[in-house]
């Protein structure tokens, strides 16, 4: 077993073919490189899982148009920090207290950082104008992969950032009965970048969310 290739970095202002990836370094305190599957199909993605060696992650875009250019959402699937531990030692990951919010705060950090000195006169939302959500949590593969509002507008017009998550540790002991592939998972739905860029910028409003297809078959 090698350890995986560590890469340190930014990479999350834009959906690109390792953000799932990038999103693993940051919700495991990692450098290690995870090698990230993009998939176009939803179902294929919900029967797709996440593995520790070697280290791979899954990765679905959720667009808003038929020709796939504007990003809206984009699900991940990782590892755990303790799996991380487990398999590589204790410097492959920091502490383990992260959550799927995390994510978005990253990505509304790197967003913001890569916008122009123009463009940041023009935002109709700050970054510290916008509300993050806790995160809506679930152990279970069907419920993660079901539709939920990741971004809305309250009543006041605040932007409200919510992200999905399904996180069960390696060594949850509620789980110590279930099989290796049903633990050390950790999921994540959140808001794409480019999207949270159109709504900083008031550029259109949310949008009806697709279907993204049959949630069914789900596993982790």
């Keep these: 077993m090698a350890a995986p290739a560590t890469v340190s970095g930014t990479g999350l202002a834009m959906t690109g073919a390792d953000f799932c990836a990038r999103a693993q ?9 995870a090698t990230n599957r993009v998939h176009d199909n939803y179902a294929a993605f919900a029967d797709s899982r996440s593995d520790i060696d070697p280290l791979s992650t899954q990765q679905y875009v959720l667009f808003e148009d038929d020709l ?4 809206i959402r984009v699900s991940c699937k990782m590892r755990t920090p303790d799996h991380l531990t487990e398999e590589y030692g204790n410097s492959a990951a920091g502490e383990a207290e992260t959550s799927c919010s995390d994510l978005h705060h990253s990505i509304v950090e790197q967003v913001y950082a890569g916008l122009s000195p123009h463009d940041r006169t023009q935002l ?16 279970l593969g069907s419920s993660w992969v079901a539709p ?19 996180r069960i540790d390696r060594d949850d002991f509620l789980w110590s009965w279930a099989p290796g592939r049903f633990r050390g998972v950790y999921n994540c739905h959140v808001v794409a970048p480019e999207f949270l860029r159109r709504l900083l910028m ?15 078959p789900a596993r982790t």
């Design 124 to 139: 109709r939302y700050s970054p510290e104008q916008i509300v993050y959500e806790l995160d809506e949590k679930t152990v």
């Design 25 to 33: 370094q940051v919700v495991a305190a990692t450098e290690f490189q």
């Design 68 to 71: 796939r250019t504007l990003p």
């Design 148 to 166: 939920f509002d990741f971004a809305f507008f309250d009543a006041n017009g605040a932007l409200h950032l919510r992200a999905k998550m399904q």
């Design 202 to 216: 008031g550029e259109g409003g949310l949008p009806t969310m697709p279907d993204p297809g049959p949630p069914e």
